[in-house]
């Protein structure tokens, strides 16, 4: 089974940037399509971002913009670029694969907080 180690996460004011990151071992990320996922408590999670295999991405409309994924095929991750960050973008931020597989890492939790 793979694993998946997301990281990168903090508290940062509205209008700041964080840069998370995805590694996986176990799976090839460039084979995959991959997402950015986002949750907060009691909501549902939600894709926010996705790369194909061949690198080309998508960004949900609440994110365009303001976000941007990347994919380091070399260092198998994948990387979540936040700019502009807004007080709705607080969540705990998860990558995987869409379809996602039976398990998740544990996640980089993001706060915009003034």
């Known amino acids: 089974q793979g694993q998946l180690v997301e990281s990168g996460g903090g508290l940062v004011q509205p209008g700041g940037s964080l840069r998370l990151s995805c590694a996986a071992s176990g799976m090839v990320l460039s084979s995959n399509f991959v997402g950015w996922y986002r949750q907060v408590p009691g909501n549902q999670r939600e894709l926010v971002a996705r790369?194909?295999?061949?690198?080309?991405?998508w960004h949900a409309d609440s994110v365009k913009g303001r976000f941007t994924l990347s994919r380091d095929n070399a260092k198998n991750t994948v990387y979540l670029q936040m700019n502009s960050l807004k007080l709705e973008d607080t969540a705990d931020y998860y990558c995987n694969t869409i379809p996602h597989l039976p398990f998740w890492g544990q996640g980089t939790h993001v706060t915009v907080s003034s």
């Open positions: 790369i194909t295999p061949g690198g080309s991405t």
